[in-house]
């Protein structure tokens, strides 16, 4: 079974580093890309980047880039989404997910999804 | 970036109606949008791809239609299973934007 797992719910005050993980696996990690989605509270999803771990390939929304770190390590088959100095902003849901595709198309989706990690960011 | 735009953002509906949700583009994606259900407390799943697509498991009361700019996702009999939130998704390019989401709830 392809499974996204994700780590556990974070309580962090402002100025805070954060790094939360996604592990992959029942597929070939290295060869999918992993995207990071934001659902901030009672609001809808926004995309926010996606890494390629076989070779760490990786592109941000405009939104996000400069504002979190997407980085992977496929020797453990784990995809990571960082903060260097947390803001009560950025308290949200956070989803990995797997971008899937039909074979011999150009479509692709997310599918499946990590279960979310909760992040509160409170002084 | 391709901006998304869902219409309506709620809808009321009873059990066995039929409902549509509209998807627009701000740029022609040709079909590559992506539908996704939202529960509450739980992560998105997937449904449709390439815009009319069923995914193997949905139920065969989804469809999707649309090309372009303008997308439509339609559940032919709604069952109580189906009230959630409903996404579109452009995969046409990065960064992959989502709708705002459509809430479908119970009349």
């Known amino acids: 079974e392809v499974q996204l797992v994700q780590s556990g719910a974070e309580v962090k005050k402002p100025g805070e580093s954060l790094k939360i993980s996604c592990k992959g696996s029942g597929y070939s990690f290295t060869s999918y890309w992993i995207g990071w989605v934001r659902q901030m509270p009672g609001k809808g999803l926004e995309w926010m980047g996606i890494?390629?771990?076989?070779?760490?390939?990786?592109r941000y929304s405009p939104s996000f880039r400069g504002q979190v770190t997407i980085s992977a390590d496929k020797s453990i088959s784990t995809a990571y989404l960082q903060w260097s100095s947390l803001k009560a902003s950025d308290t949200a849901i956070y989803y990995c997910?797997?971008?899937?595709?039909?074979?011999?198309?150009?479509?692709?989706?997310?599918?499946?999804w990590g279960q979310g990690t909760l992040v509160t960011v409170s002084s | 970036d391709i901006q998304m735009t869902q219409s309506p953002s709620s809808l009321s509906a009873s059990v066995g109606d039929r409902v549509s949700i509209t998807c627009r583009a701000s740029?022609?994606?040709?079909?590559?949008l992506n539908w996704y259900q939202q529960k509450p407390g739980k992560a998105p799943k997937f449904l449709i791809y390439g815009a009319s697509s069923l995914q193997s498991g949905a139920p065969s009361r989804f469809s999707g239609s649309g090309s372009g700019t303008d997308f439509t996702l339609t559940i032919s009999s709604l069952q109580p299973e189906d009230f959630a939130t409903y996404y579109c998704q452009q995969s046409y390019s990065t960064p992959y934007t989502f709708g705002q989401g459509t809430k479908l709830e119970i009349k």
């Open positions: 740029q022609s994606i040709s079909n590559y």
């Open positions: 997910a797997r971008r899937d595709y039909a074979s011999g198309t150009s479509f692709h989706w997310f599918d499946p």
């Open positions: 890494i390629y771990p076989g070779d760490s390939d990786t």
